[in-house]
């Protein structure tokens, strides 16, 4: 099997070189780059998204992170089908299917406004999440294989570093068009409201989320055009007739004997979700702690994303003098100090304690990905599909926090970023090394 794309769409790539972007790949990297933003923008307006239903269809913390389990349960059901199809195909063809999906997802809103209840939302937020799957299974390894494998890691830093502003976004437009829509009734004044009142400010509050939704499907529809009709490297595999046997069965049993990658996996896992507990519950967290309404509260999400931002493209210059993985503990180290201040301390030094979390959290994804792919060869694909699917931490660890800021407070809810936090520590001292 190969990877390959038709002839007069290929753009042959020079693995020699040390650069990390090479000049022939400007283009399409600046390209694949968007999609970074794109998913950056969807995962924070969902995170908005939890305190816009909660507060809309009187859900407790449980439900209204039900949200998260739609999204990125998603993740999980996709990835590995989308590892399949890649294979078969192309990185291009999976990142025109995964775009084609996040659109489709995108437009569901719209039935999902005039329906008027939660599920409907459940359902459309699983088929973007679906289309961003696939979109994510394509382009981390993509981003990887366009280029050096010397230059691999930090290539792929550089394309992560886009994806918070893309989170800046999602935020920003949450904030101002989304929940600054919510009105101010509490439950107990929506309880007693009659059903043709409360009906009204549901239609209005739902309209307000329907919206930025079908101007992103505009703008996604905008770059799968532009990725459709541009010559893309031609990032080939090709397995030797005679080589190793590539099915399912072998290829997971030859990733389940890399330990490194296994508890790379693991460690993707927790990572994940660590940043969509943290993000999730920002809002929640500050309300409770600081006082305010839900778009005050999401002042401290914005400052997150923007921290969290920052810190990537600082980050991305310290690996020049820092290996990934020591960089990677050390910061892993910190973000469990600060969990622990928010757990203990709260207020409004919790508050700064958990936005400063976002700044340790800036290099994760791309450095645990890229060192954990390392040494895989031909598996490569179905070892990022892993990877991908490892997501699943945002909907598993997300639910769980759920429920224990219902039965215990939010405070301690956030006991699961802060195992995952130590678990990552152990990751970048020894879990990363690969063992003959």
């Known amino acids: 099997m190969t990877d390959t794309l038709s002839p007069e769409k290929e753009i042959r790539l020079d693995n020699n070189s040390n650069q990390v972007i ?10 694949l780059t968007s999609c970074f933003a794109l998913w950056g923008l969807a995962n924070n307006m969902t995170d908005v998204l939890i305190a816009q239903f909660r507060k ?12 998260q389990t739609a999204f990125y349960g998603a993740y999980f ?3 590995l089908p989308a590892a399949i199809f890649i294979q078969r195909y192309s990185y291009k063809a999976g990142v025109l299917l995964g775009l084609g999906l996040f659109a489709s997802g995108a437009l569901l809103f719209y039935p999902a406004a005039q329906a008027m ?6 359902m459309a937020l699983f088929v973007l999440a679906g289309g961003l799957s696939i979109l994510e299974t394509s382009a981390n390894p993509y981003i990887i294989a366009m280029g050096p494998e010397a230059t691999a890691t930090r290539r792929l830093n550089i394309a992560q570093a886009f994806n918070p502003v893309g989170s800046i976004t999602g935020v920003l437009i949450g904030k101002i068009y989304i929940l600054s829509q919510l009105h101010p009734a509490t439950d107990a004044e929506r309880a007693a409201m009659s059903s043709e009142q409360l009906g009204a400010i549901q239609t209005s509050e739902l309209s307000a989320v329907m919206m930025p939704y079908l101007a992103v499907a505009a703008v996604i529809i905008v770059v799968w055009l532009a990725i ?3 010559k893309m490297p031609n990032a080939r595999e090709v397995v030797p007739t005679g080589g190793s046997d590539h099915s399912l069965s072998a290829t997971f049993g030859r990733l389940l004997k890399k330990k490194h990658f296994v508890r790379g996996v693991i460690g993707q896992f927790f990572y994940v979700g660590a940043q969509i507990g943290c993000w999730s519950w920002t809002i929640r967290y500050v309300m409770t702690q600081v006082g305010g309404s839900e778009a005050e509260a999401s002042n401290f999400l914005l400052a997150s994303i923007v921290v969290f931002s920052a810190f990537r493209f600082i980050c991305v210059g310290l690996m020049k003098y820092i290996a ?14 600060l969990v622990l201040t928010l757990m203990t301390v709260g207020g409004t030094t919790g508050a700064y304690a ?19 792919l390392r040494d895989l060869g031909s598996d490569s694909k179905f070892g990022g599909s892993c990877l991908i699917m490892a997501i699943l931490g945002g909907a598993v660890l997300t639910a769980i926090m759920g429920q224990l800021s219902d039965s215990m407070g939010i405070q301690a809810a956030f006991v699961i970023p802060l195992v995952g936090f130590i678990y990552l520590v152990y990751f970048g001292l020894k879990g990363y090394q690969i063992q003959k």
């Open 22 to 31: 090479p000049k022939s790949i400007l283009i399409p990297f600046i390209l």
């Open 56 to 67: 809309v269809f009187t859900l407790t913390d449980m439900q209204s992170g039900l949200v």
């Open 77 to 79: 059901v996709l990835a």
């Open 117 to 122: 209840e939660y599920l409907p939302f459940l």
């Open 228 to 230: 459709a009709f541009t």
């Open 324 to 337: 990934p993985e020591r960089l990677l503990a050390a910061l892993a180290f910190i973000a469990a100090l």
């Open 354 to 372: 958990l936005v400063g979390i976002s700044a340790c959290m800036s290099l994760m994804f791309p450095t645990i990905f890229g060192l954990s």
